[in-house]
């Protein structure tokens, strides 16, 4: 075998340089777990007449109910509009999630272990 180490190809990973590189992206993805969090994103239907206030981590913050939707022979339509608003708001808290956190995780599993230069992986 040619080369130092006996690695793939002659090459052995830095072990340092590893656990540097996971360490960094270890942070990296703290922080953006922090920061959604923190985050609030807004989900509304019936053309705003009920919003749902939702943390980007999924907790339900707040919700609005326009008086004008607010109807006690039809509740069943209140009802739909509450699940719906909340709903939106739960899709932009996907996506806002995935934004975040979607270039940090992309390569975790599969090839290179998020570039981290792993043989094998």
Do not use: C, H, Y
């Amino acid at each position: 075998m040619a080369g130092r180490g006996g690695g793939i190809g002659g090459q052995q990973p830095n072990i340092q340089q590893l656990m540097k590189q996971a360490q960094r992206m270890q942070q990296q993805l703290e922080a953006a777990q922090a920061e959604l969090a923190s985050t609030e994103v807004q989900g509304s239907a019936g053309g705003g007449l009920v919003t749902a206030t939702l943390l980007a981590s999924g907790e339900l913050q707040a919700l609005s109910i326009d008086p004008k939707v607010v109807d006690p022979d039809d509740v069943e339509t209140l009802q739909d509009l509450i699940v719906a608003a909340v709903r939106d708001a739960s899709r932009a808290a996907s996506e806002l999630t995935a934004d975040k956190m979607g270039p940090l995780t992309s390569g975790l599993g599969g090839a290179g272990l998020g570039g981290l230069g792993l043989p094998g992986l």
